[in-house]
Nanobody
């Protein structure tokens, strides 16, 4: 069973920080690329970041560059999203996902395995 479980969300003031975790079971996470996505109220799901496996490349959407950092801890079978300088527009449900490939898929629709999400609220 391929399973991804997100954790670390919560309520934070603007300018604050959170670290989200994506824990994998049923597969060895370090072999595969993992992406982070978010969905804000009234909006579609948006790609936030991705980390590849074989090359170790990282990608970020423009709105989070310089504020968010994606990383992996292979020993813990976990990928993290460190979120700093949070803004109200970062408020969303955050999901991690994979297509069981080594490179980051360019489109959201290519990710086949998803966690159930963790809620991030950045208050004004």
């Amino acid at each position: 069973q391929v399973q991804l479980v997100e954790s670390g969300g919560g309520l934070v003031q603007p300018g604050g920080s959170l670290r989200l975790s994506c824990a994998a079971s049923g597969f060895t996470l370090d072999y595969y690329a993992i992406g982070w996505f978010r969905q804000a109220p009234g909006k579609g799901r948006e790609g936030v970041s991705c980390i590849s496996s074989s090359a170790g490349n990282t990608y970020y959407t423009d709105s989070v560059k310089g504020r968010f950092t994606i990383s992996r801890d292979n020993a813990k079978n976990t990928v993290y999203l460190q979120m700093n300088s949070l803004k109200p527009e970062d408020t969303a449900d955050y999901y991690c996902a994979t297509d069981l490939g080594t490179g980051c898929p360019p489109q959201l629709s290519e990710y086949n395995y998803w966690g159930q999400g963790t809620q991030v609220t950045v208050s004004s």
